[in-house]
Each structure stands twice: as structure tokens, then as C-alpha cells.
């Protein structure tokens, strides 16, 4: 294979053979080969060496961007060595999610064969807008579609689905159904010419900001219906929004369901929002009844409790363990009501970024997004999956449908149940820990999830009336303030503990909900968060967590 090299062959040749050794060689050949897995497991090596007993890799420093401002773009070639030396150095500072002490948020560690096709789709570059150039990696992701149509309890035979660039992709999706389907398939060729209304609760994730504004819907047309205390979507509110929008002729095109809020895994009744929005259709008798998406992307992984045996508790899962399963799939096991679904297996499925999967109930729905096959000639000669046809992206990376597709098999609903049956066993344990202490308040306790939402109060304080008054009385509202500070302070003690390996990583919420006093939204109510998805979470993990809560108070105390 090697070309000889003479006197006068031109420099670039010569280099050019030396850059063939920076990539994975064509054809099987032994030290070729042999030199890509040295350098990969070097670099682990390295990164391994990073690790200490506390939840992060090496150390974190604050960077100072400002320096990185007059960069030069390197006019030489490096050496594969020198690169890969360099990125060890950029996990320097990152989170360990795997670590007991990491409970920072809904980002989990990754399985090895989720890894494994991410690096099956780093090395051989698959884009399935089309499987002419993916091949089996767009089997997967028709696969993964299948598979999950099964879980949730879609049709198969009718159900559809795409992975996307993230939950937020899932959201757009969702939305742009629920536009097309109300302006009868227009928007597509002649723009949003009139007003269309987005529902969603309060508690809702912020991407519907984003996905309002891109798709022309603007975010004045954003409608944002009140959450109870257990933030879920108030559904008198939502009914008397409707009746209202539909009196007035007002067009309604979405209603987001969010099945797992992000603070605090409230769930929205998503059958009573199905329900309510078909007993409208028929009172009003509505050509196109809103859209309904679930916004699924924490709270799907739950399904694989549908058919779990809660009586005989074969896993031994503890009785309060129990209750808050059940609880949720109360909400959960409801998933196939929806229109479509917005799906995040690199949230609790233990995959890495991005993996994110939309589904729709009827697969016929995607017909309205998409674009005319002869606008694409080049794309569609040969080959007979064409999801770049309805798609918005065109290049669309194998990596998430086979990391899906990876856990999916590897872990089954068993695998699952044991790893979201573990987070909630802990956070439960966590709360039960918390709740001992009487100047700690668990603020969602009504959510039974991965995720335990808290704050701390200052001696002298009784921290559940005070909380009681936080959320509803407008003449507490300087101590709520007061309070919001007092527990950042509590945040950042613990938190440059626990950088130094002494303490659990915890994370902030500035808003996890907003006071409501009377109609008028009060001040952000802010959280300490614990986000448990770690497989290694203990219960000295746990432990720890209400202890360094206790300590940081006193450290404060010694401070005033
Ligand atoms: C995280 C999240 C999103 C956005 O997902 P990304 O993958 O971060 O874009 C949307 N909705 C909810 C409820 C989320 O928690």
C-alpha cells in the first residue's frame, strides 16, 4: 500500500502520509490498527489518572475567557499524540456522574455499550437522513421506534418517530405538528400568518420560549397555565383558559403535557388533559382539536414499571420505594394518550448526548412536514428510509438511535427498573434523612422522583410554617428573600466542599416554582438540589448529604 517516496516527491505527499497515520487505517492492517486502540486507551489512561476520591476529574478551575480571545488559528500540524494529551487535559474539572457523591442533576452516567455505539458512529460516520448512508444504523433507529412504541403503548403497526438534536428537537417537533395540523397544513408553504396559542404549565420547561420564537409562533402566544403545589398543571385553570381561548375564536394548536418537570418531577394529568380537551372538541365541535404533546423527556423511563408486579415487589424495593413508584406511574402508565411524545435517553436512560427520540401516535401525522421528494433529487435516488424527507435537520448523526437502541437491549425493563427503582430508593432515603432535621424543608415532597428539592433555614425558624407562608403570603415575602440568600450561602459551602472530595455535589435552583399570592405570581422560591441517578448512590451518600446541610448551618453560624 505504501507509496515509495523519491527525491523529488512533492512536500505535500509526504505529508500526506504522514497524516494518514491520524486516522483509523481502510483495511485491516495490524499496526495501524494496533496504534488507533494505543492511542484511545492511553488517553483513558490519562483521564483515569485525573481521578480522586472526589466527584469531579482532576481540578475545576474558573475559566478566564477573556485570555481566550486572541487565539491563532496554528498554521503547523501536530502529532496525534500531542492532540490527544491535550483533550485529557480538557476533562480536567468535569462532573464524574457515576460518582456516589455527584447528585447535580437529571445528567447520568453512560453504560458501555451506549459508549461503544457512540464510538461506532464516531468511527464510520453513519447519517441516517437516509439509510443509503447509514445502513443498519437507520435499522436502529426504526428499531428503537418500535421498541418504544411498545413500552408506551403506542401501535406499532401506526406509530412513527425520529431522533433528534435533544429534548428541546422533541418540543419542536411536537409544536410544529400541532401548528401544521391547525392551520391546515399552511404554515409549511406560507408562513404563520395568524395567531396560534402554545399551552403549557408554569412548571413547563423553558425550551417552549425558544421553540415559540423559532417556529414564527412568537412567545407572546405562549399561554402559561398556573401549577398547583404539586407543580402539575392546574386543570380548572387550564379548562377556563380553553373555554375562554375558544369563546373567542382563538386558535389553540398545542397543548404541552410535561410528564417529569426538571426541578422538581411534577407530573401533568396527562389522560385528564386528553379527556378535557375531547369533551371541548365536541362541546365546540372543532374541525382540528388541539395537538397533544408529552413533554416525556425525564419521566418516560417510569413506563417499564406498567407491568411490574407491585405486589409481589420482586426486586424487594423498600414499601415507601413502592408507594412513590406507583404514585408516578399513576401519571406515567398514561404516556400512549398523547399525540406524540418527546423522549431523552440521555437523561434517564443512561445514554450519552444527544439522544433524543420523537414519537407520534400516527405516523401519518409527519406526512404535513414534509417536502416534496423532487426538491431533494440527489438525496433520494436509491434506498427506502427517507426520514430526511420530513426531518428538520439534514445531516442527522447514527450516534443517539444506536446508543438508544444499545441501552434498550442491555438493560430491558428489568435493567431499567432496577437502576430508576435504585434513584428513587435513595432520593426516598434522602428525604426521609432531610425530614429529621426541623429546620430542613423537602419542598416537593408531593413528587415522588430521582429528584429531592429542599431548603434550609436559620436558627430560630420553624422551616415548614415558614415555608408554609413563603409560597402564599405576601407579608413574608422580604423573609423569602432572606431565605433564597440563606440557602445559596448553604449551596456554596457544600458545594467547595465537596470539590475538594469532602461532601456530595449537589445543585441550585433559583426558581424551582414562584410564590402565588392570590392571582398575582410572587417571588422565585429558590432550592438546594439532589439529582440521584448514579447507580453507585449509597446510603452513606445519602447520609453525607443531610449531614453537610447541617454543618454548612453551623459554619454559617460561626461566621456572623
Ligand atoms: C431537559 C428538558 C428539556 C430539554 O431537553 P434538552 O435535551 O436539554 O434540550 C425539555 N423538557 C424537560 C421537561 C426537560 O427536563
Not at 401516535?361 to 421528494?373: F, G, I, Q, V
Request: glycine content about 8%; aromatic content about 10%; proline content about 6%.
Amino acid at each position: 500500500m505504501t507509496p515509495r517516496h523519491t527525491a523529488n516527491t512533492p512536500l505535500y505527499l509526504q505529508l500526506l502520509q504522514r497524516l494518514k497515520t491520524c486516522f483509523p487505517g481502510p483495511v485491516s492492517e495490524p499496526v495501524l490498527d494496533g496504534y488507533f486502540i494505543h492511542t484511545v486507551s492511553r488517553f483513558l489512561d490519562r483521564v483515569d489518572d485525573l481521578k480522586s476520591a472526589a466527584p469531579i476529574l482532576g481540578r475545576s478551575r474558573r475559566a478566564d475567557y477573556q485570555n481566550e480571545l486572541g487565539l491563532k488559528f496554528p498554521e503547523e500540524t501536530a502529532t496525534v499524540e500531542q492532540v490527544t494529551g491535550l483533550l485529557a487535559e480538557y476533562c480536567q474539572g468535569m462532573p464524574i456522574w457515576a460518582h456516589p457523591n455527584s447528585q447535580v442533576n437529571v445528567i447520568p452516567p453512560t453504560t458501555i455499550p451506549s459508549i461503544t455505539a457512540f464510538v461506532a458512529a464516531a468511527i464510520y460516520n453513519p447519517n441516517i437522513i437516509w439509510d443509503e448512508y447509514s445502513a443498519r444504523f437507520a435499522e436502529a433507529e426504526i428499531q428503537t421506534v418500535s421498541l418504544v412504541s411498545d413500552l408506551v403503548g403506542y401501535d406499532p403497526q401506526l406509530a412513527g418517530g425520529v431522533f433528534t438534536f435533544s429534548g428541546t428537537g422533541t418540543n419542536f417537533y411536537g409544536c410544529k405538528l400541532g401548528l401544521e395540523k391547525v392551520l391546515g397544513g399552511k404554515a409549511m408553504e406560507e408562513g404563520v400568518r395568524e395567531d396560534v396559542k402554545i399551552v403549557s404549565s408554569a412548571a413547563s420547561h423553558y425550551s417552549r420560549l425558544n421553540v415559540s420564537g423559532w417556529l414564527g409562533v412568537g412567545m407572546k402566544n405562549l399561554v402559561t397555565i398556573p401549577t398547583t403545589n404539586n407543580n402539575d398543571m392546574s386543570l380548572p385553570h387550564l379548562e377556563e383558559y380553553l373555554r375562554r381561548a375558544l369563546d373567542a375564536g382563538e386558535k389553540v394548536g398545542v397543548i404541552i403535557a410535561t410528564m417529569g418537570t426538571t426541578d422538581a418531577f411534577g407530573l401533568d394529568d396527562l389522560g385528564a388533559i386528553v379527556r378535557l380537551r375531547d369533551q371541548l372538541a365536541r362541546e365546540y365541535l372543532l374541525p382540528q382539536p388541539p395537538h397533544i404533546h408529552a413533554d416525556a423527556v425525564i419521566g418516560w423511563a417510569w413506563s417499564v414499571f406498567k407491568d411490574y408486579d407491585f405486589q409481589a415487589n420482586p426486586l424487594g424495593f423498600k414499601a415507601r420505594t413502592l408507594k412513590a413508584l406507583r404514585h408516578s406511574l399513576g401519571r406515567l402508565g398514561d404516556l400512549a394518550q398523547a399525540d406524540s411524545l418527546g423522549i431523552d435517553f440521555h437523561k434517564t436512560g443512561y445514554a450519552p448526548y444527544l439522544s433524543s427520540l420523537f414519537m407520534v401516535k400516527d405516523r401519518r401525522d409527519l406526512a404535513c412536514l414534509s417536502r416534496e421528494p423532487e426538491e431533494m433529487p440527489y438525496l433520494y435516488h436509491f434506498g427506502s428510509y427517507h426520514p430526511g424527507i420530513f426531518t428538520l435537520e439534514c445531516s442527522r448523526p447514527g450516534s443517539g438511535a444506536l446508543a438508544a437502541y444499545a441501552n434498550i437491549r442491555l438493560l430491558g425493563k428489568q435493567g431499567y427498573r432496577v437502576l430508576i427503582g435504585h434513584a428513587v430508593e435513595m432520593a426516598e432515603m434522602l428525604r426521609e434523612r432531610l425530614e429529621a432535621y426541623p429546620f430542613i424543608q423537602v419542598v416537593n415532597d408531593r413528587n415522588f422522583g430521582p429528584v429531592t428539592l429542599f431548603r434550609a433555614y436559620p436558627p430560630g425558624v420553624d422551616a415548614e410554617a415558614a415555608w408554609r407562608r413563603e409560597v402564599k403570603d405576601p407579608a413574608y415575602r422580604k423573609e423569602l428573600e432572606a431565605h433564597n440568600f440563606y440557602n445559596r450561602r448553604v449551596f456554596q459551602l457544600t458545594h467547595d466542599w465537596a470539590m475538594r472530595g469532602e461532601g456530595v455535589l449537589l445543585s441550585w435552583t433559583d426558581a424551582y416554582r414562584h410564590a402565588r399570592y392570590g392571582r398575582e405570581e410572587g417571588p422565585p422560591i429558590a432550592a438546594l438540589k439532589s439529582y440521584i441517578l448514579s447507580p453507585w448512590t449509597d446510603a452513606a451518600a445519602v447520609d453525607m448529604v443531610a449531614r453537610q446541610v447541617a454543618e454548612a448551618r453551623n459554619a454559617m453560624e460561626s461566621e456572623r
